[in-house]
């Protein structure tokens, strides 16, 4: 089956964050793709580091850290969004998603698929963002659970009396069931044990010491915002679907806006997936490492389909 065949007429292109980085990834794509390869190369002479061989060999845990495996996500995203592309021109056709998403970190790998940024501007704002979140994170260590099986507007009463005026809150509204929670580490503890005896069916303790997505983010957007005021944003190609309302983003301004506070808000990825659904999506490619994505949307809607890089020819697993 041609490409054409496999992503039909309405498909959008989604971008995983954080958490699905491992060890291996992108390496069969630069064995089999000199557009994905230039990609890879490019970052191990920017970095300082040889981002390649951290991603290729490990060490596993020095490439979870947050500095290492933001860049590496989106380093390896923006390689299998480059090898597809390749893959479409052999063929004869031009790529034309009908909007795109990313998932938190995804999302600025979603504003260069889009033309609102090129891959060297992304790659040394996603090392920053990393840098930034890394220090907030040292400066007032916090936390993240995910909660599963419990609903949201149940969750949220939760957090607000496990919070007792610290920073807790909803981070990532990931799909209906699984929602994950940010914030101090003693009202999170609270909340661990609040949700437990209200009956939530699993509660994970994620092995990070940084709350993403809530408000001892805080200095890390500072020092971003900073960043963001000299670099110009350019009109989408497509709309980008927003991380914190699920809604388009149509001009330089609206994205401006949305990065302003992202690593502050939460993601509502349940919102964004409804948002291109009703839009006509019926087909989205997960562009990136891992599956994460996948199984999320089947959880948010069973109708639509997800393709990996798997399904379009791109790796073996």
Same mark, same amino acid.
């Given at each position: ?31 089999? $793709?000199? &557009? *994905?390869?230039?990609?890879? !190369? ?5 970095? #300082? +580091?040889? %981002?390649?061989?951290? =991603? ?20 390896? $995203?923006? &390689? *299998?969004?480059?090898?597809? !592309? ?5 063929? #004869? +056709?031009? %790529?034309?998603?009908? =909007? ?218």
């Amino acid at each position: 089956m041609s490409l054409s065949e496999t992503l039909g007429t309405s498909y959008a292109f989604v971008f995983p964050g954080q958490g699905s980085q491992y060890v291996g990834m992108a390496k069969e794509l630069v064995e089999s $793709s000199d &557009a *994905a390869r230039e990609v890879i !190369e490019y970052a191990d002479g920017n970095l #300082g +580091i040889s %981002l390649s061989d951290m =991603m290729f060999n490990g060490p596993e845990d020095q490439l979870a850290e947050t500095y290492n495996s933001q860049p590496a996500i989106f380093t390896a $995203s923006i &390689a *299998a969004l480059r090898a597809l !592309e390749e893959q479409a021109k052999d063929e #004869g +056709i031009t %790529l034309a998603p009908t =909007m795109v998403a990313g998932h938190s970190l995804g999302e600025f790998t979603a504003l260069v698929a889009a033309g609102v940024i090129d891959f060297p501007t992304g790659l040394r704002l996603v090392r920053a963002r990393g840098e930034a979140m890394m220090h907030a994170g040292n400066e007032r260590p916090g936390a993240m659970a995910a909660v599963l099986g419990m609903d949201d507007d149940k969750l949220a009463a939760l957090v607000d009396e496990a919070a007792q005026g610290d920073v807790l809150t909803l981070a990532n509204l990931n799909c209906p069931g699984q929602t994950v929670i940010s914030g101090a580490v003693e009202p999170m503890e609270r909340f661990m044990e609040m949700a437990k005896d209200a009956g939530a069916r699993r509660i994970a303790r994620l092995p990070i010491s940084i709350a993403s997505h809530s408000a001892l983010m805080d200095p890390a957007a500072a020092t971003l915002n900073e960043l963001f005021d000299d670099v110009t944003f350019h009109h989408p190609d497509m709309p980008i679907i927003s991380n914190a309302t699920g809604q388009p983003l149509h001009t330089p301004e609206e994205i401006r806006e949305e990065l302003r506070h992202h690593v502050v808000r939460g993601v509502n990825w349940t919102a964004s997936v409804q948002t291109m659904i009703g839009a006509g999506i019926t087909t989205f490619v997960e562009i990136g490492p891992g599956s994460v994505l996948a199984g999320l949307n089947r959880r948010i809607d069973k109708t639509v389909r997800t393709l990996s890089l798997k399904d379009l020819g791109l790796t073996a697993a």
